[in-house]
C-alpha cells in the first residue's frame, strides 16, 4: 500500500441504532407523493439494460431554470463529494498547492491528499474568514485551488457576497465555492458563476431539497471550466434513475421552497431552545450565528457532550471543535433539548 493510502481514514458517520438522527445534516422531510409517483413510473418505464443520457441533460435543464443559471454552465455529479474528487484529480498537479479554510469539510483535505497536492491549511479565527489573510496566504504560497464551504460546514456561519467577490479577484489560482448549505442564506453568487474565469460553485441535493439518498450533486461554472468538467467526469457517473426524480422536483420550485421555509422554521426553534439554555448557562456554551440548517456549538466538552448525548438516543456530530445540530421535526428537535438539558445540568 503506498504512503497516501496509508495517510488516510475511512469517513466515519455517528454509530447509533434506533436513535434521532440529527447528525448528518440530511432533511428530515419526506420526498413529496407527486414527485413519489413519477419516481415510481420512473421505476417501471427506465431502460435498465442502456447507459443513462452521459449529460443528464434533462436534470441540468432542471437545475438551471430552478436556479437561474444557463444549462451549459450546469454538469451533475454523483453527489458533490464525486465533483470535489473530478475537481481535484483534473486541476490540481502532483505536489501543487491547495488551500483550505480550517475548519471546513474533510472531504476537501482528503481529495487533495488522493491528488497528491500540498495542503495549505488557512486558520479561522474565530470561526471567521479573513478575506485579506487568505488572499495573502494563497499568493505566498502559490496556491492553484482553494475550496472552502459557504455558508460553512461545520461552523454555519457565511461570508457575505461582496467578500466572496473581492477574494476571487484577489486570488490567482481556482476558487471552489462550496454552497452546499446556500439554499438557506441569501448570499449566493450562481448567478454570477460565469462572470469569473477561475470560479466553481458547487451546490447539493441532499439538504434543503431533501435527496440524499440519490446522491446528486451540480458544479455551475463559466463554460470553459464547465466543459473541463464534463471531460474529467466518469461519461456515466448519475444513473438513470436519479436524473429522471432530480429533474422531477427540480422542475417544482414551489415545493421547494415550501420545503425551505419548513427547514428554516425548524431551525429557527432549534436556535431560540439553545440561546434560552444558553442563557440559563452562561459560559457553559455558545452557539454560532449561522444561516445552515444546524446550528454550530463552541463548548469546552462538545465531544463528551456527543457521548452523553448518543446514550440518550439523540445523535449529533462533533466535529471541527464544534458540535453540531441538524434540525429536526418538532418532536425532534424538543427531544434533543430535553436531553442537551439533562446533561448540562451535571458538569463533568
Known amino acids: 500500500m503506498n504512503e497516501k493510502l496509508r495517510r488516510l481514514r475511512a469517513y466515519a458517520p455517528v454509530e447509533g441504532e434506533g436513535c434521532v438522527r440529527l447528525d448528518a445534516n440530511e432533511s428530515f422531510l419526506p420526498m413529496p407523493r407527486e414527485v413519489l409517483e413519477e419516481a415510481k413510473a420512473a421505476v417501471e418505464s427506465l431502460a435498465y439494460n442502456r447507459y443513462p443520457d452521459p449529460a443528464a441533460r434533462e436534470l441540468c435543464a432542471a437545475f438551471a431554470r430552478c436556479?437561474?443559471?444557463?444549462p451549459e454552465q450546469v454538469v451533475a455529479g454523483n453527489g458533490s463529494d464525486e465533483l470535489i474528487s473530478v475537481i481535484f484529480s483534473a486541476f490540481l498537479m502532483k505536489g501543487e498547492a491547495f488551500a483550505t479554510l480550517e475548519p471546513d469539510f474533510s472531504m476537501y483535505a482528503q481529495g487533495g491528499a488522493?491528488?497528491?497536492?500540498?495542503?495549505?491549511?488557512?486558520?479561522?479565527?474565530?470561526?471567521?474568514?479573513?478575506?485579506?489573510?487568505?488572499?495573502?496566504?494563497?499568493?505566498?504560497?502559490?496556491?492553484?485551488?482553494?475550496?472552502?464551504s459557504n455558508p460553512c460546514n461545520p461552523t454555519s456561519l457565511v461570508l457575505g457576497r461582496e467578500e466572496v467577490r473581492r477574494l476571487l479577484r484577489g486570488v490567482e489560482g481556482l476558487v471552489v465555492l462550496d454552497e452546499a448549505y446556500m439554499d438557506f442564506s441569501g448570499q449566493s453568487l450562481l448567478e454570477e458563476a460565469g462572470d469569473f474565469p477561475n470560479l466553481i460553485i458547487l451546490r447539493t441535493c441532499s439538504k434543503a431539497i431533501g435527496m440524499a439518498a440519490l446522491r446528486l450533486g451540480f458544479a455551475v461554472a463559466g463554460e470553459p471550466l464547465s466543459q473541463a468538467l464534463r471531460a474529467a467526469k466518469s461519461p456515466y457517473n448519475v444513473?438513470?434513475?436519479?436524473?429522471?426524480?432530480?429533474?422531477?422536483?427540480?422542475?417544482?420550485?414551489?415545493?421547494?421552497?415550501?420545503?425551505?421555509?419548513?427547514?428554516?422554521?425548524?431551525?429557527?426553534?432549534?436556535?431560540?431552545?439553545?440561546?434560552?439554555?444558553?442563557?440559563?448557562r452562561p459560559g457553559r456554551f455558545s452557539v454560532l450565528p449561522?444561516?445552515?440548517n444546524f446550528a454550530a456549538l463552541v463548548m469546552e466538552d462538545g465531544g463528551r457532550v456527543?457521548?452523553?448525548?448518543?446514550?440518550?438516543?439523540?445523535?449529533?456530530?462533533?466535529t471541527g471543535g464544534l458540535l453540531r445540530v441538524t434540525c429536526g421535526q418538532p418532536e425532534e428537535n424538543q427531544l434533543f433539548l430535553r436531553a442537551f438539558r439533562e446533561i448540562l445540568e451535571v458538569r463533568p
Not at 429522471?244 to 427547514?263: D, F, H, K, M, Y
Not at 456527543?306 to 462533533?318: E, H, I
Request: net charge positive; hydrophobic share 40%.
Open 67 to 70: 436556479y437561474g443559471v444557463r
Open 114 to 148: 488522493l491528488a497528491e497536492g500540498r495542503q495549505v491549511p488557512i486558520a479561522k479565527e474565530d470561526f471567521r474568514i479573513d478575506v485579506d489573510q487568505v488572499i495573502r496566504v494563497c499568493q505566498k504560497e502559490g496556491v492553484r485551488l482553494l475550496i472552502f
Open 239 to 280: 444513473n438513470g434513475l436519479s436524473q429522471a426524480v432530480g429533474a422531477s422536483l427540480l422542475n417544482r420550485p414551489a415545493l421547494l421552497q415550501q420545503a425551505r421555509e419548513r427547514i428554516l422554521a425548524s431551525q429557527r426553534e432549534l436556535a431560540e431552545g439553545l440561546r434560552e439554555l444558553a442563557s440559563q
Open 290 to 292: 449561522g444561516e445552515t
Open 306 to 318: 456527543q457521548k452523553a448525548l448518543l446514550d440518550r438516543g439523540v445523535a449529533v456530530r462533533y
